[in-house]
């Protein structure tokens, strides 16, 4: 049964500040995986998706990278700002694994002070 | 284009009684996946319609039910309500519920369970 873990599962970080968020799970056999975040009483909003075959993805000042045979991912945030602050979330889609079903980490919920 | 709508977006109940919560995927889309969230357990993936099928169903009660209609807007029900079913209630929707599609997420529906 896939397992995802986050951690940390908090983390404060002056303004400025690059960071890093860890995501790993325990099997490696996935579709792709992707990173949410998502604000306080709100829903999800999609921030980058890697697919198996793909090693890495970059927005802006987000990037994430996947290491499938070692069943981790990170999210790399350069110069953080306090409209970072929020929880991001890793979510996996497994092969086998039901459509439409992603398997969701708990969280980093993130603070970034001014 | 607008974006994935749930109705309403906060529900108060008392235990026993029964809920009904929508789903309006975004236009052309004619997938949507449901989610239940709480601080204890995360996210979890309770079912997913397509073409007003049901393909997939998560670890839930069968208290948990929902339809697709043929607009491919979607509703949920809890029946019976308990006060673990206090949550955020999330739908996201998607082209076809493919391996791969981004799903894209509705704000939520919170319920309150008293």
């Known amino acids: 049964k896939q397992e995802v873990t986050q951690i940390p599962a908090a983390l404060s970080v002056p303004e400025g500040e690059n960071l890093v968020l860890n995501c790993s799970f325990t099997d490696s056999a996935i579709y792709n995986l992707q990173w949410f975040r998502q604000d306080p009483g709100k829903g999800l909003t999609s921030l980058l998706l890697i697919q198996s075959s793909q090693r890495e993805q970059t927005s802006g000042r987000l990037n994430a990278s996947l290491d499938k045979s070692s069943g981790r991912s990170t999210l790399y945030i350069a110069a953080s700002q306090p409209g970072d602050s929020a929880t991001y979330l890793c979510a996996v889609e497994n092969y086998g694994g039901s459509q439409g079903n992603l398997i969701f980490g708990k969280g980093t919920k993130l603070s970034v002070k001014p | 284009k607008a974006g994935v709508t749930q109705t309403p977006r906060y529900l108060i109940k008392t235990r026993g009684q029964q809920v009904t919560l929508s789903c309006s995927p975004i236009?052309?889309?004619?997938?949507v996946s449901w989610y239940q969230q709480t601080p204890g357990q995360g996210l979890q993936f309770l079912f997913e319609y397509f073409s007003e099928t049901q393909r997939n169903k998560g670890n839930f009660p069968g208290r948990f039910s929902g339809r697709q209609f043929s607009n491919s807007r979607s509703e949920m029900n809890v029946s019976t309500l308990e006060l673990g079913d206090s949550a955020l209630y999330l739908c996201?929707?998607?082209?076809?519920?493919?391996?791969?599609?981004?799903?894209?997420f509705g704000p939520g529906t919170r319920l309150t369970v008293l």
């Open positions: 236009s052309g889309h004619r997938s």
């Open positions: 996201a929707s998607s082209l076809a519920g493919r391996v791969a599609d981004t799903q894209y």
